[in-house]
Nanobody, 123 residues
Framework: QVQLVESGGGLVQAGGSLRLSCAAS????????MAWFRQAPGKEREFVAAISRASSTYYADSVKGRFTISRDNAKNTVYLQMRSLKPEDTAVYYC?????????????????WGQGTQVTVSS
């Protein structure tokens, strides 16, 4: 059983930056595909970014060029560096882990989830 704990959310002005962290425990971190999703009020949970076991990265078009996902297997942690934030980035951000071999953008493919961290971008 893998436990995921996100941190780093908060309130930031448009154009600002935040770095989210997700610390994993209870499993072999390097064996998991890791991803970030987000969910705004009244909307479905949507894919933001993912990183494979080999550190290949994948992004939603809406964040490409502004967000960077990375992982540190020695620290069992995945990061999401967010720059040039926009009000439409406001959401609860969730970390997720997938034990399959193929990176998926579908939240149903992910086996483990964190509790989420709120990101609010003011205009």
């Amino acid at each position: 059983q893998v436990q995921l704990v996100e941190s780093g959310g908060g309130l930031v002005q448009a154009g600002g930056s935040l770095r989210l962290s997700c610390a994993a425990s209870g499993g072999t971190f390097s064996r998991y595909i890791m991803a970030w999703f987000r969910q705004a009020p009244g909307k479905e949970r949507e894919f933001v970014a993912a990183i494979s076991r080999a550190s290949s990265t994948y992004y939603a078009d809406s964040v490409k060029g502004r967000f960077t996902i990375s992982r540190d297997n020695a620290k069992n942690t995945v990061y999401l560096q967010m720059r040039s934030l926009k009000p439409e980035d406001t959401a609860v951000y969730y970390c997720a882990a997938e034990s399959a071999s193929v990176v998926s953008r579908n939240p149903e493919a992910y086996d483990y989830w964190g509790q989420g961290t709120q990101v609010t971008v003011s205009s």
